[in-house]
């Protein structure tokens, strides 16, 4: 993505918000504690989505032995690359029968990064991951729309309150009409591009990355039952993840 000024001041506007923002209990590094759930009739874990304490949202059976988060960003390639070759094996295979359950928390780098990932949380645990997934898939056509703006509009929005410079690049990128042909109205959207709550929580959960892991390099970054599991560069990440998924189920 191009360098702007604006860039630059949306990401000092996210620091603050950090630092103004109450320290919640996901700065701790033990596996996530959910209360137990009954299982789907269907016995498809997939089917049972929740948000947790840290602000993710998490697939599958919160008592699952094994618990991955993923820490993702929506604007990063490489996390794409990771929903194309992972998401659906994961789930498929470890996911679906109760064995592992899968947390997303969105990693936000930058203003347009915030705005994308309020879009896929606007409405909750139910739609979340089909959204976020929707969202990878169409990465480059909305990410290419922010690229293509004119350097003046992307440093006019810098005049704006905060809350409404995320609105401002929602309608750039053309995300409240993506939102609305997948059942999410305008006006909802633009109530969540708009609230100040959802973007503090997105804030925090972004400065608890890395307060609760010192070792945090960049997304996606995997923590597997509350230890963080480093990817090495030059191996695709699946591969890597499911040989440590296998590990910690004793396969």
């Known amino acids: 993505m191009k360098p702007t000024k604006f860039l630059a001041g949306a990401l000092a506007v ?6 103004n923002s109450k320290q919640g ?9 959910m209360p137990p759930v009954a299982a789907p009739k269907s016995g498809d874990w997939t089917e049972v989505v929740s948000e947790t304490p840290a602000g993710g949202f998490m697939m599958g059976n919160p008592k699952a032995k094994v618990q991955l988060i993923e820490f993702g960003s929506m604007t990063c390639p490489h996390c794409r690359e990771f929903d194309e070759t992972g998401v659906t094996p994961l789930l498929n ?7 592992v359950s899968y947390e997303f928390r969105n990693y936000v780098r930058d203003a347009f990064d915030l705005a994308a990932s309020l879009v896929a949380r606007c409405n909750g645990a139910k739609t979340f991951f089909p959204m976020e997934r929707a969202l990878y898939k169409d990465q480059p056509n909305w990410v290419g729309k922010i690229q293509a703006a004119p350097q003046s509009q992307l440093e006019g929005l810098q005049s704006l309150p905060p809350t409404q410079q995320f609105l401002e690049i929602a309608k750039i990128a053309g995300l409240q009409q993506w939102a609305a042909m997948r059942g999410v109205p305008e006006a909802k959207t633009t109530q969540c591009l708009t609230n100040e709550k959802s973007v503090d929580q997105l804030v925090q959960m972004t400065s608890d990355a890395t307060t609760q892991f010192p070792e945090f390099q960049g997304t996606p970054t995997f923590i597997i039952n509350g230890k963080l599991f480093p990817i090495q560069v030059g191996s695709p990440a699946w591969d890597q993840v499911k040989a440590e998924l296998n590990k910690a189920l004793g396969r």
Not at 14 to 19: E, L, M, T
């Open 93 to 99: 295979e470890y996911v679906k029968a109760g064995d």
């Open 25 to 33: 209990d996901a700065a701790t590094n033990a596996p996530v504690n």
């Open 14 to 19: 996210v620091a603050i918000a950090g630092c």
